[in-house]
Structure formats: C-alpha cells, structure tokens
Nanobody, 116 residues
Framework: QVQLVESGGGLVQTGGSLRLSCTASGSIGSIETMSWYRQAPGEERELVASITEGGYPPFLDFSVKGRFTISRDNAKNTVFLQMNSLKPEDTAVYYC?????????WGQGTQVTVSS
C-alpha cells in the first residue's frame, strides 16, 4: 500500500509564496515520476508540474513557468512545489501524484487560496 501525504497549503495574498510538500510511504521501490495537479471549483484537474526520478528536465505548465519550481528528494520520497508570485487564478486544491511501477497514486489534496 502506498500513501501520499501533502502539506503546505494555505491562504496567501497575491504576490505571496507557498511551498507544498508531498511524501510517499509504504511499499515503495522506485518512484518513476512525481507530479502536482490542481483542481479549481468547477474545473477539471490539470497537470501543473512533473519531475522524473532523474530530476531533469522537469515539466511546468506554461501558466506557472517562471513562478513555480518543482524539485524532489529521492532519499526521502518527497516532492516539493515552490510557488512564488501567486495569483488569484492559482487558487485550487493541489494534489500530489506518484507513478510507481506503472501504477498511479494520489494524495488527499491541499487547499491553496490566493486572495486579491
């Protein structure tokens, strides 16, 4: 059984920063890819950023390029999402996703709210 636990969400003003973390635990060998998705109310879940085990090159959606950075600590099975220059349109529930031996696992989500 694999569990993903996210942390770091919260309420921040426009222009502020947050750092999300997601740690995987359980029957883990090699985590092929770790990703962050987000889902705003009434919208579909969308991929924000993704990083492979090797770490390079990471994928960042065009809407967050230059503002968000994804990184991972393989020894700790943890992925981070550093979010700077936050905008109200970044408001969403952010979900961590891990691909392990071809299977996909999701975290419970963490709320990020950016006030204008």
């Amino acid at each position: 059984q694999v569990q993903l636990v996210e942390s770091g969400g919260g309420l921040v003003q426009t222009g502020g920063s947050l750092r999300l973390s997601c740690t995987a635990s359980g029957s883990i060998g090699s985590i092929e890819t770790m990703s962050w998705y987000r889902q705003a109310p009434g919208e579909e879940r969308e991929l924000v950023a993704s990083i492979t085990e090797g770490g390079y090159p990471p994928f960042l959606d065009f809407s967050v390029k230059g503002r968000f950075t994804i990184s991972r600590d393989n020894a700790k099975n943890t992925v981070f999402l550093q979010m700077n220059s936050l905008k109200p349109e970044d408001t969403a529930v952010y979900y961590c996703n891990a691909r392990i031996y071809g299977n996909y696992y999701w975290g419970q989500g963490t709320q990020v709210t950016v006030s204008s």
